[in-house]
């Protein structure tokens, strides 16, 4: 049973947006800190977002700031990635994860993680 769920992802051209979305499937995720991460094909899973649970307190991969937003809406069990002015290198599967405890920026802080999905940036 899938517990985290991404979607939202596809083609789009540099300088485009698109609106990731995270929707927990067989249990609620309201009370844990959320994240995304990106991986591209032969390099690391590295860190673009987190959120904590209560939405009070969002932090950013240098490399994304002022370009993405994080947020949720816990009442729907939803984190979003909202991506602007998106660029070629932003192309990965783009992942959400929950976590309870450890660095945010770390990959191994995190618990539970969904399926991915792919956003790829044309030049």
């Known amino acids: 049973q899938v517990q985290l769920v991404e979607s939202g992802g596809g083609l789009v051209q540099a300088g485009g947006s698109l609106r990731l979305s995270c929707a927990a499937s067989g249990r609620t995720f309201s009370s844990r800190d959320m994240g995304w991460f990106r991986q591209a094909p032969g390099k690391e899973r590295e860190f673009v977002a987190t959120i904590r649970w209560s939405g009070d307190s969002t932090y950013y991969a240098d490399s994304v700031k002022g370009r993405f937003t994080i947020s949720r809406d816990n009442a729907k069990v939803t984190v979003y990635l909202q991506m602007n002015s998106l660029k070629p290198e932003d192309t990965a599967v783009y992942y959400c994860?929950?976590?309870?405890?450890?660095?945010?920026?770390?990959?191994?802080?995190?618990?539970?993680w969904g399926q991915g999905t792919q956003v790829t940036v044309s030049s």
């Open positions: 994860a929950a976590r309870l405890y450890g660095n945010y920026y770390l990959v191994t802080s995190y618990d539970y």
